[in-house]
């Protein structure tokens, strides 16, 4: 049994305590604030079989142009935000083309396929059934053509990864979801994935499982992490074992350890709106940009990514999707008076780090998830755990390839 110190209680940190502390360790987490109440707080609740494939930079000289130019929705971007991080954002690029892309969708869609295995038991040992539903999310398709790739996709997703999924024409996709007013031409209805209706409190309640298990949640800073003897210590909290799950603020602690770690940060934004006749499941509307979630305190509105140092207070992203979802429903007034917004945490190479930081004795890193870390949490913190119980790891996710 090891004493291990985690430093971050996201989704991703305190499934790592729970991990650890199933194989018998003594486990504690630190964190400034409460469990659950930052990126892993903002996200649009899915928890994802489906998505084998990670998001890949689109390349396409159409698209491509149209981020340059500024128009669309998928990918906003400002100078001094794409200036910050230029170097990590080529690197995604050329990750993004076809041969890097299916090598790193071979170790992602393994992760993928393993995720509700793994949050299933959690969620019921921690009580938190009430705010998850297992039966899965629609996508919105509006022309032939994207219809039509859409099927093949599904098709292949079938073959390739076992991945259910149910294509639908307007009128099923109506019965489904009676609130939608607008004509639909389609949509598939990944079967299989499930949701949350408050993703926090879901890491709320993992974190209340693992204390009672007889874990312990300190609040206090990590930035000072520093060896004493053998030991690792973060605001006077000790461990033989630190592991660092800091999400998007993880590559400023492991600089000082030598692990300099190109980060893509993704902002994203949401905002909750009245419904009088809330939706059954979310819906993915990628024509408008967004993901349409029903969440406990009404639909919430997430954006794609936007490439920026300092968020905006009227989102361009979050304006249109709210007007997208206007037309697609009746709408009622925002929940908050200013929206929420939150950077996922995007390796050039689309995979976490998830191992040991190279020349420092019992340093973990596990960060890194992008656009599916509320997903990928627990499949991740069991890899972890494995190696950290003297298992080999899996290669791909090592954080020495950054020193290749
Ligand atoms: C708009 C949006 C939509 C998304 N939708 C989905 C989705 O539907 N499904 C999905 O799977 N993923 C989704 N994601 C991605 C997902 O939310 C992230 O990958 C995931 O939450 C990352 O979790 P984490 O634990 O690594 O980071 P975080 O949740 O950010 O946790 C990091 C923790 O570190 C703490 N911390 C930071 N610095 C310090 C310090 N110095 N000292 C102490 N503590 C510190 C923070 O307080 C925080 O609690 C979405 C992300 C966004 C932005």
């Known amino acids: 049994m090891a004493e291990v110190l985690v430093l971050g209680a996201g989704m991703v940190g305190v499934t790592t305590g729970l991990a650890l502390q199933a194989r018998g360790h003594q486990v504690t987490i630190l964190d400034r604030g409460a469990p659950g109440r930052e990126t892993s707080y903002g996200n649009a609740g899915l928890i994802q079989t489906e998505a084998v494939e990670p998001y890949a930079m689109p390349l396409a000289p159409a698209a491509l142009m149209q981020i340059a130019m500024g128009r669309g929705y998928d990918v906003k971007w ?239 992203q979050l304006r249109h999707g709210e007007q997208a979802a206007r037309e697609l429903f009746d709408l009622g007034a925002p929940v908050e008076a200013e929206p929420w917004t939150g950077r996922r945490p995007c390796m050039p190479d689309m995979l976490p780090l998830v191992g040991r930081v190279p020349d420092q004795p019992n340093l973990w890193a596990h960060f890194g998830h992008g656009h599916q870390g509320f997903t990928l949490g627990p499949v991740t913190a069991e890899i972890l755990a494995e190696e950290m119980d003297g298992g080999a790891g899996w290669d791909a996710l090592q954080p020495s390839r950054l020193m290749r």
């Open 78 to 316: 400002n100078i001094p935000g794409l200036m910050s991080q230029m170097g990590a954002v080529w690197k995604y690029a050329i990750n993004s083309l076809p041969a890097s892309h299916k090598r790193a969708s071979v170790t992602w869609g393994k992760m993928i396929r393993q995720s509700t295995d793994l949050h299933g038991p959690l969620i019921k040992a921690a009580g938190a059934d009430n705010i998850i539903r297992r039966d899965g999310y629609i996508e919105l398709h509006r022309t032939p053509a994207k219809l039509e790739k859409a099927r093949k996709n599904a098709e292949r997703f079938l073959t390739e990864f076992g991945v259910q999924a149910r294509m639908m024409n307007g009128a099923e996709l109506r019965a489904m979801e009676p609130s939608i007013k607008a004509d639909i031409l389609g949509a598939t209805h990944w079967s299989d994935s499930w949701n949350c209706s408050d993703p926090g409190a879901l890491v709320a309640s993992y974190a209340a499982l693992f204390q009672k298990q007889g874990g312990q949640i300190v609040n206090g800073d990590a930035g000072d992490l520093h060896r004493k003897g053998s030991a690792w210590v973060a605001d006077e909290v000790t461990g033989e074992h630190a592991v660092v799950a800091l999400g998007p603020w993880s590559p400023m602690l492991t600089a000082r350890f030598g692990l300099k770690v190109p980060m893509v940060y993704k902002r994203g934004y949401h905002r909750h709106y009245h419904m009088d006749m809330p939706l059954h499941h979310p819906i993915a509307d990628f024509g408008n940009s967004v993901v349409l979630s029903p969440m406990r305190r009404g639909l919430r509105i997430a954006t794609a990514a936007e490439l920026t140092l300092h968020p905006r207070m009227t989102p361009p």
